[in-house]
């Protein structure tokens, strides 16, 4: 794992904030209905930690989520009906920048799923990606930002 503050390190100080958003998408039935919110919360506190940002003041509350759940009928797998989980995340570029963290944390993610379902849904029908935004074009308050911007945000928190 990365020491904390280890993408902080990479920016001066600055004014701005960023945001981290996390899409959760699952079938109907994969988790127990209510439990979404704790899954939600357990994967972003996974993201900070293995960024070496757990309690940064900047990022900590601009780690966003949504969760999409979808009837079973309505969700494939092979072009096969059938129950998915889906962890998608949308980053800058400087995020997941190591494989220890893109292994470390989707494992994590991919664990907290599959006990979150009591161990019902199976960890190969648990998918995800991470997706970097182009330089430029993060959108937060209303700005769009590059990434020596969030990252100087990052850095201050």
């Known amino acids: ?8 390190g990479h920016y001066p100080s600055a004014s701005s904030s960023t945001s981290m958003p996390l899409t959760l ?4 039935g994969v988790l127990p209905s209510g ?3 704790l899954a939600v919360s357990r994967i972003c506190d996974s993201f900070l930690k293995w960024h070496g940002l757990s309690g940064n003041k900047a990022l900590t509350p601009n780690v966003l989520a949504s969760v999409h759940v979808i009837p079973a009928a309505l969700t494939f797998s092979g072009s096969t009906p ?12 400087f995020a997941f920048a190591s494989r ?3 292994q470390g944390h989707l494992a994590e993610a991919v664990d907290i799923l599959h006990e979150a379902s009591g161990g019902r849904h199976p960890k190969d029908r648990i998918w995800g990606s991470v997706v ?3 330089d430029g074009t993060w959108i ?7 990434n020596a911007e969030l990252g100087q945000a990052i850095a201050q928190g």
Not at 82 to 93: C, D, K
């Open 1 to 8: 794992m990365t020491e904390p503050g280890s993408l902080s």
């Open 25 to 28: 998408t699952l079938s109907e």
């Open 35 to 37: 439990s979404e919110a």
């Open 82 to 93: 059938g129950p998915i989980a889906v962890i998608e995340w949308r980053t800058p570029s």
């Open 100 to 102: 220890e963290i893109q």
């Open 132 to 134: 970097h935004a182009l």
């Open 140 to 146: 937060v308050g209303g700005s769009a930002l590059t």
